[in-house]
């Protein structure tokens, strides 16, 4: 790595610690009820079966990478799917020059505050866009865990990293299930039925209950369209009178709490990436053909553990509440860096209770409609 040099911008180490500590991690997405922070000090979650049951079939590797640069224009992205997780962005020579030239201006007209307003902005964006990225980077592995039970690696993440490979939670392959009709067959579905059955078929095994329904808004639109799911509500009602109004996820629950069976939790998560060429992508965490049941309203936490500061040197570092923020300037090429790391890893807990259901295939078929 190059030389860390104190940053250019107007920052110290109070202004930074503030803006670090102020950000509340995933706020307002699904990884913090799912997959809640929790603090390791191994890197090899394999010593963590004792304690939490979630032996890992195969080793993180890939730390000692240099954290991918991202363009200005994404929001929340990947920056690779190995045990380190790491993006950056930069202002280079021309950014800089413009923000010194903001200064002076601003210095000759002390009641000119929108460009006062500008210049702090550009002092701190950089710093929100990394919390974000680290956010939704937890949001993507923790929801495709959560609707899979398995993590997979792509070949086409960035760097020069591992070869394709896959973590592997070790849920029963008994619990990964199809559906002998699918669900988005809204005259012949019973997605209500088919929940309750998976649960009774985790109950006679002495195992905890499965309590949760976890599943995309698409899919519960789903549901509440069936008609059984109108008959199984409204049982003394005349059919042709239940309106779309009348099925609701309040109403479906008190039949299901009603019941004893699992209460549904509708998920509607998005997440953009950044491809290799710089296109970016929005994309559905979230398996839509899933839905995962659970004994609890989490499927997981999500492990870390502090990266270390750099002695001696002149950047400014500030722990975050699970990844370390870096900001620092290099002089040849003038640039001004600002970098988030973390150590991290979503795992699951509870997985003999865990059930995985392909709602659109007769087998589980890696959740894929067939």
Not at 57 to 75: E, H, M
Not at 94 to 115: C, G, H, K, S, V
Not at 239 to 258: E, H
Request: aromatic share 10%.
């Amino acid at each position: 790595m190059a030389d860390m040099n104190k940053p250019l911008f107007d920052i110290d180490q109070p202004g930074m610690q503030v803006a670090v500590n102020s950000y509340k991690p995933g706020n307002g997405l699904a990884w913090r009820q799912l997959f809640p922070l929790k603090y390791t000090p191994k890197f090899d979650l394999k010593g963590l079966e004792g304690n939490e049951g979630i032996p890992v079939a195969a080793d993180r590797v890939a730390f000692n990478t240099k954290a991918p640069k991202k363009t200005r224009k994404t929001v929340g992205s990947w920056s690779g799917k190995l045990g380190k997780y790491a993006v950056s962005r930069e202002k280079d020579e021309i950014a800089i020059n413009e923000y010194n030239d903001l200064q002076t201006l601003a210095a000759a007209n002390t009641e000119d505050a929108a460009t006062a307003r500008y210049l702090v902005d550009l002092v701190y964006d950089d710093l929100d866009f990394c919390n974000s990225a680290m956010d939704y980077k937890v949001e993507i592995d923790a929801m495709r865990i959560g609707c899979s039970g398995q993590q997979t690696f792509s070949k086409s993440i960035d760097g020069d990293m591992a070869t394709e490979d896959v973590i592997n939670f070790n849920v029963p392959k008994e619990n990964f299930v199809g559906v002998e009709t699918k669900f988005s067959d809204a005259e012949n579905a019973d997605g209500l039925k088919v929940i309750a059955a998976e649960q009774e078929k985790v109950a006679k095994k002495g195992l905890k209950k499965p309590m949760y329904a976890i599943l995309e808004k698409t899919k519960f639109e789903q549901i509440c369209a069936q008609k059984a799911t109108a008959r199984r509500l409204f049982p003394r009602y005349d059919q042709t009178l239940v309106t779309a109004d009348m099925i609701s996820l309040d109403s479906i629950n008190a039949y299901m709490r009603g019941k004893g069976y699992p209460q549904l939790l509708v998920l509607d998560t998005y997440a953009t990436i950044e491809h290799k060429d710089g296109k970016q992508e929005t994309i559905k965490p979230w398996n839509e053909n899933v839905i995962t049941l659970s004994p609890v309203p989490q499927l997981g936490y999500t492990y870390y553990k502090p990266v270390p500061n750099v002695p001696n040197t002149e950047a400014l570092q500030q722990q975050a509440a699970y990844y370390k923020m870096t900001r620092y300037s290099e002089i040849n090429p003038m640039l001004e860096v600002t970098m988030a790391e973390a150590y991290v890893q979503p795992g699951l807990i509870n997985r003999a209770s865990l059930v995985f259901i392909n709602t659109e295939a007769t087998t589980w078929n890696n959740g894929a409609a067939k």
